[in-house]
DNA sequence: CGATTTTATTTGTCTGACATTTAAAAGTCT
DNA sequence: AGACTTTTAAATGTCAGACAAATAAAATCG
């Protein structure tokens, strides 16, 4: 583990990149303790707190853990599911919010990987998470709902067909997907019509994963990707004439 | 943007979540700049080196970004789609060799998600991208290459056939997880006959994909999963043979 | 007016110190 | 001897003040 001394700036940068590394290569194991702070900061010539944002960094990527105390210290983590699930959310999220993603761009992927697990999970689902998402489309169906908690809702319902496929790595992967959709899905107005039209299909989604029948829940998925991009383009339209002259801008709602 | 006093513990992982509270609900905008470091001090009423352990926290995450001099300062930063997926490999990565994570289940998974994006590569793939895959097949039948270059080979050709769909979203998804699979894969030793095999099963995906057929393309990519599975079981077996009895672990590669 | 120098601002780093937490070691009492 | 209490040492968390380096704007000079 080594640094280069000769540039000077970003110190703490190449020391969390050479802890990193090290950790990545296996040099380092799960719950083994790293150097003191103290000790790091001989080993890399640098002062303690350019060793502490460094670790800091590591921190951030949930790499590391610290504990204080006698026999505290910093300590590889073992990255659970749940840790990169959340590192994956906020991630995306900030993507599509950041990078003029349409809706329709958002949208497309993410019913594509939801297809991909819709077979795994008409083959593998248990009982309870067909129980859950029975139990999301009836608060769907709930009256006086606002547009955020549908969304929240599409999402939990979403988030039990994905974790269906009894694949942590697919979970992992595809919840942070649809989580990060949902922001983009809260800009959209779900009419009393098209509330009762995502039931439908979700009802129709439900039955064929209890059926155990992974292709309609394929089939149902592609409808209910095209209706939910036909919502997408409505409500743009709309913004845009509504927009038009005003020079207001679309939120983060992006054509194209 | 305020931070609980009370909890005298862990203040920069604090300041840290309100700035990044700020920037995800859009309080900071792309580019805007923060306050200098001495100014944050002061409103958050800590010292520097802490306000600095936070800002690195958010470095890591390409939250920011900083710049020295008289116009300098720590800045929003526009997450690209690069960063984030650089930032989704070093996850996904660790995720897998960290977790006992069973090659079948990687592998699965990275396969759901491939197939889903076959439709939509078949249909858009460019020229270029077609030039790709068929450079990487010529040179995985290339004799005496390493298993390594091998993958890695092989990790570029499906890169290119995630790309093909034309859709960034799903292309830094996919390309995560594609690469994160890459370690456990060189654990796997490639026969020439296997090797024959896969350069096979890769040329009739082209060709699909080359002729727009995305259904061919689909099932071939279920083809692959599957004798790459097949592989993957061989290789486990043996290994369980040669360490039997002599205590040693599998490295990484996990059964079941 | 253009080129150069100065200056002010800001991040990057260092030193040294103190507070807090925690577990182990030492001590004390029964 | 054993159980409980106190002390101590080690580690992280935080602070204050300082200097170095980079950088662009302002001031100066030819």
Chains 1, 2 share one sequence.
């Not at 110190?11 to 790293?34: H, K, N, P, Y």
């Amino acid at each position: 583990m080594k640094i280069d001394p000769q540039k000077p700036a970003d110190l703490s940068a190449q020391i969390a990149q050479a802890i990193r590394d090290a950790i990545v290569s296996g040099e380092l194991i799960v719950d083994e303790r790293l150097p003191s702070e103290a000790e790091l900061s001989d080993q890399f010539q640098v002062s303690r707190p350019t060793v502490r944002e460094a670790l800091k960094r590591l921190a951030a990527q949930s790499l590391i853990r610290t504990q204080r105390g006698a026999t505290g210290g910093a300590f590889v983590n073992r990255l659970s599911f749940e840790d990169a699930h959340s590192l994956q959310i906020t991630t995306s999220t900030l993507l599509l919010s950041m990078n003029a993603v349409s809706f329709d761009t958002a949208c497309e992927a993410r019913y594509a990987l939801e297809r991909a697990c819709a077979p795994l999970s008409a083959e593998r689902r248990t009982a309870d998470q067909l129980a859950t998402m029975r139990a999301e489309i009836f608060r769907q169906a709930q009256p006086g709902l606002t547009d955020e908690a549908f969304c929240a809702s599409d999402v939990a319902f979403h988030r039990a067909l994905v974790d269906g496929a009894g694949n942590p790595v697919l979970s992992y992967q595809l919840a942070g997907a649809v989580e990060a959709m949902q922001p983009l899905m809260n800009m959209i107005t779900f009419t009393a019509r098209s509330r009762e039209e995502i039931i439908a299909l979700h009802t129709r989604l439900v039955d064929a994963i209890d059926a155990k029948n992974g292709s309609r829940a394929e089939h149902t998925l592609a409808e209910l990707e095209s209706y939910t991009r036909g919502l997408g383009r409505d409500v743009m339209a709309t913004r845009i004439k509504a927009t038009q002259g005003t020079g207001k801008k679309n939120g983060t709602l992006k054509t194209g």
